[in-house]
């Protein structure tokens, strides 16, 4: 029976637009995350054309971490944290994206972050782009859907790898890449590919495109890393949001396959290095061909993955409604209500064993280690005598790192690590909310931005500090 190793990853995630704030401090550009406006639990967040008036960008702010690393990184490390997973902010370190030149200011910060880090003992595990880039990236070149965004995306990697050679070994290209295979509203193309489709552009090719165009730029810049550093461990970051049939009519099988093959080839392309056949059809029989030349094919097929990051908060639930052949799946008519399952107040499946299959499907498809960069409860939390007694989200980590555990022990997978989701409260990404709370600590700001800002130890900080000691023995 495997146990966990003592080198286990224990640690905690964010993102940079998510936290940092600071949005235009020395020198950084506008990015695609500034111009999202808060949104709510039933309202979606508006893409605006540049700053207005009048709207609330929750992301300026944030939770203000760029003002306060020291601090956080402080109660970090009493947390115990082994690893902290966070992003570069690009347009920190190329404000328009497409500079000669880096600005001096922005790489600065990274590297007092990292040496904050690294003061405590934890490793800094760091994602390139995290639904960001410049903005100025999408009015002047229509984000991922334009090939010069390769080199772009290429010099910033590079940039980051020669800086930051002997302070970060963990990087990850594109966070969830492959979320974007819901292309149907204008949330997940903007977010991963600064995409806006007009009227007559299809959406669906569009997709395609821009993600050929990552995967690419991807590929390259692991070439570069592996040469800059040969320790650096490069990996993809894969959303894993497994899609159960939901029935045994084989019609819902098949579209539950049809559904993992839409959501997961990215990561077919990531880690074996060529499209996989299944997706060459899907091209060729819908006509979505897209520009990909022989050059692109050999780098993808050099530029493979050493692990593979994955997010774990849910699964879905597939049945097939119409009498159609099985070719594909439409997400808002066929994913369904899994009776078997509760779901959060923002309608996620909360399903602990979901991560155990997700982890056994990656892990027979590709043989590679797997970290769990992302998992967690975002709910409403009561603040009371300056905690917050949150033992729902304390029953939803134990549960799913029960299945992690039970996935390395008993189905032989190779997991390095496990990082909570939003370890400090920070702006939700889907609906900007603040209110949506991952955190073990509370961050004192609500939707409307209202606050003073500080930070609170909650139950789950105590609790999950045990597990980190006991290397989770102790759960
Ligand atoms: P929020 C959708 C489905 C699964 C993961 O999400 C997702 C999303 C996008 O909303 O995103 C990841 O904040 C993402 C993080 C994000 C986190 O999940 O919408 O990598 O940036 O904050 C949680 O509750």
Request: contains cysteine; aromatic residues 14%; proline residues 4%.
């Amino acid at each position: 029976m495997n146990k966990l190793n003592k080198n286990f990853l224990w640690g905690g995630a964010v993102a940079a637009h998510q936290f940092e704030g600071g949005w235009n401090s020395d020198g950084k550009g506008m990015s695609i995350a500034d111009v999202m406006t808060v949104g709510s639990n039933s309202t979606p967040r508006k893409i605006t054309d540049g700053i207005l008036e009048n709207e609330i960008y929750p992301n300026h702010e944030g939770i203000d971490f760029y003002n306060r690393y020291e601090g956080d990184i402080k109660l970090l490390a009493e947390l115990g944290l082994k690893c902290f997973r966070t992003s570069i902010a690009w347009s920190r370190i190329f404000p328009n994206g497409d500079e000669t030149q880096p600005n001096e200011k922005g790489l600065e910060f990274y590297d007092k972050l990292f040496d904050e880090c690294l003061k405590y003992g934890i490793e800094p595990i760091i994602t390139l782009s995290h639904f960001e880039m410049p903005y100025h990236l999408v009015k002047e070149y229509g984000g991922w859907r334009n090939r010069k965004l390769i080199d772009f995306f290429v010099s910033f990697a590079e940039t980051c790898f020669v800086r930051y050679k002997d302070k970060v070994k963990y990087w990850m290209t594109f966070n969830e890449i492959n979320n974007q295979a819901s292309f149907s509203e204008d949330f997940e193309p903007f977010t991963n590919s600064g995409l806006l489709a007009t009227e007559d552009e299809n959406r669906e090719a569009l997709m395609y495109q821009a993600a050929h165009y990552e995967l690419v730029a991807s590929a390259k810049a692991t070439i570069i890393g592996r040469k800059v550093n040969p320790d650096f461990y490069i990996g993809c970051m894969i959303a894993m949001v497994p899609v159960y049939p939901y029935s045994c009519n084989p019609k819902d099988m098949m579209a539950a396959t049809k559904a993992m093959q839409r959501k997961y080839w990215f990561a077919d392309v990531h880690v074996k290095g060529h499209y996989p056949s299944y997706i060459e059809s899907h091209l060729d029989r819908k006509g979505l061909r897209s520009d990909i030349t022989k050059e692109d094919r050999e780098l993808l097929q050099e530029g493979t993955v050493d692990y593979i990051g994955l997010s774990y908060y849910m699964s879905k639930t597939i049945t097939y409604q119409n009498n159609e052949p099985v070719f594909d799946y439409n997400e808002s008519n066929d994913l369904v209500n899994n009776p078997n399952v509760e779901s959060s107040d923002w309608g996620w499946h909360i399903d602990p064993l979901g991560l155990r299959y997700g982890l056994n499907w990656l892990n027979e498809r590709y043989e590679l280690p797997l970290f769990i960069v992302e998992n967690g409860f975002g709910a409403y939390d009561t603040f009371e005598n300056e905690t917050v007694i949150d033992d729902y989200r304390i029953e939803y980590l134990k549960a799913h790192i029960e299945t992690m555990k039970d996935a390395i022990e008993y189905d032989g997978v190779n997991v390095i690590g496990y990082t909570p989701w939003g370890v400090i409260d920070i702006v939700s990404a889907g609906t900007g909310e603040m209110e949506k709370r991952y955190g073990l600590i509370y961050v004192d700001k609500d939707n409307q931005g209202k606050g003073t800002l500080k930070r609170y130890r909650k139950k789950s900080f105590y609790w999950y500090k045990k597990v980190i000691e006991s290397n989770g023995e102790e759960i």
